[in-house]
């Protein structure tokens, strides 16, 4: 069975609570992103979705996103639908890197493999080993009272797990984390998230003034180097998270590093199949993982809910469903979570319908 046509649309999403912050003063009320849908010649369809958290995140953003599937989409056309390493092998004969256009196409790929063997993806990955999950919800970078505040808000909804966006002035980031560490006690788990806004002379104060509470330390630097030199001295548990690409980085991570959790973002790696492969690696060797994306809605969350699905129970840390933190939903808002714990759709391929008149065509190759 052969990809007939590729199409290309794109839409925006705005952030359900206002202005999402993060270090270094990077912040947006809305991301744009990019859908991908392949049809084969029987009409069945597959979609992804790729949606980049602004130009300053990663080395992604959203008009590149764009022009890099313009260069993939024709050659898409009239491969072997069920070859998913084909794509990749097409893709990376014409780009080099690319990885974020790269995973829309490779998710698409995982749905259309899905309907056309009548399996979720999450069947396809190894089987469900967790029927439903609690998910983690980012806490944007404000005063210590407002963020305690949103806390709060989200504990209430059943949320337990929570990612304090800081990486500005590290006495002021300690705040920010002693102030919910203090009215949540042990009731949650508060992960304080630089985004590697911080160097290492301020990542090593950082720490140091969190030293005693129940806070782990995500991203403290930009570099793996940078965060290996910071951990020699950081009493507090370290993930990593925007440094890891590649099998090499996840050794390091764990032996050089000294970290106890990788999150891993589709969009990041490529998508689900170098996710996969990465979270298959570090279940091995024992570090925790959190599946997530750059940012996105109802098919990232889908698709992300299928890679925490297959995942071990022990190995599983956090997950994150992007579509109930926004206010578009171009599936239905499904995957749905309840309570704070999301699961993955039964369904065959990714498991949701997308509604196509809420997004705008962008390009259409057959």
Same mark, same amino acid.
């Given at each position: ?59 992604a ?16 056309v009239?491969? &072997? %639908?069920?070859?998913? =390493?084909?794509?990749?092998? !097409?893709?990376? /004969?014409?780009l080099? +890197?690319?990885?974020? *256009?790269? #995973? ?41 009272e ?9 504990? &209430? %909804?059943?949320i337990? =797990?929570?990612?304090?966006? !800081?990486?500005? /002035?590290?006495?002021? +980031?300690?705040?920010? *984390?002693? #102030?919910?560490?203090e ?27 969190m ?37 090499? +980085? ?115 190759f057959?």
């Amino acid at each position: 069975m052969k990809i007939t046509r590729v199409d290309l649309f794109k839409y925006e999403l705005t952030y359900a609570h206002g202005e999402y912050m993060m270090s270094g003063g990077r912040g947006a009320k809305t991301q744009s992103s990019t859908v991908v849908r392949l049809t084969t010649e029987s009409g069945i369809q597959g979609w992804g979705e790729v949606a980049p958290l602004g130009g300053t995140y990663l080395p992604a953003f959203a008009q590149g996103i764009r022009a890099a599937l313009q260069e993939i989409g024709p050659a898409l056309v009239g491969l &072997d %639908a069920t070859n998913i =390493s084909a794509y990749h092998q !097409v893709m990376d /004969d014409l780009l080099l +890197d690319q990885q974020a *256009a790269k #995973s829309a196409v490779d998710v698409a790929a995982w749905d259309v493999l899905g309907h056309i063997t009548g399996q979720p993806v999450s069947v396809l990955l190894g089987g469900v080993l967790n029927e439903d999950f609690g998910l983690y919800e980012a806490v944007s970078l404000d005063t210590p009272e407002n963020m305690v505040k949103y806390v709060q808000q989200r504990y &209430d %909804a059943g949320i337990r =797990s929570f990612q304090l966006k !800081v990486g500005n /002035d590290p006495l002021d +980031d300690a705040a920010r *984390a002693r #102030s919910v560490a203090e009215a949540f006690g042990g009731r949650v788990r508060i992960i304080a998230d630089s985004n590697g806004g911080w160097d290492v002379a301020d990542a090593t104060a950082a720490a140091d003034a969190m030293k005693g509470l129940p806070v782990y330390i995500e991203q403290p630097c930009r570099s793996m180097e940078d965060n290996i030199i910071v951990k020699q001295s950081m009493e507090l548990p370290m993930i990593l998270d925007e440094c890891v690409t590649t099998l090499d +980085d996840l050794y390091r991570v764990k032996y050089d590093a000294r970290a106890v959790a990788i999150n891993i973002k589709l969009s990041r790696v490529g998508g689900l199949t170098q996710a996969a492969l990465l979270r298959n690696a570090a279940q091995t060797i024992g570090l925790k993982v959190s599946m997530e994306d750059t940012w996105g809605g109802d098919l990232t969350s889908a698709a992300v809910s299928h890679l925490a699905a297959s995942t071990r129970p022990d190995s599983l840390f956090n997950v994150s469903f992007f579509n109930d933190w926004n206010l578009e939903h171009i599936a239905g808002h499904q995957p749905r979570s309840a309570n704070g714990r999301g699961s993955a759709p039964t369904g065959a391929g990714l498991g949701v319908e997308v509604d196509e008149s809420q997004l705008e065509p962008l390009a259409t190759f057959q």
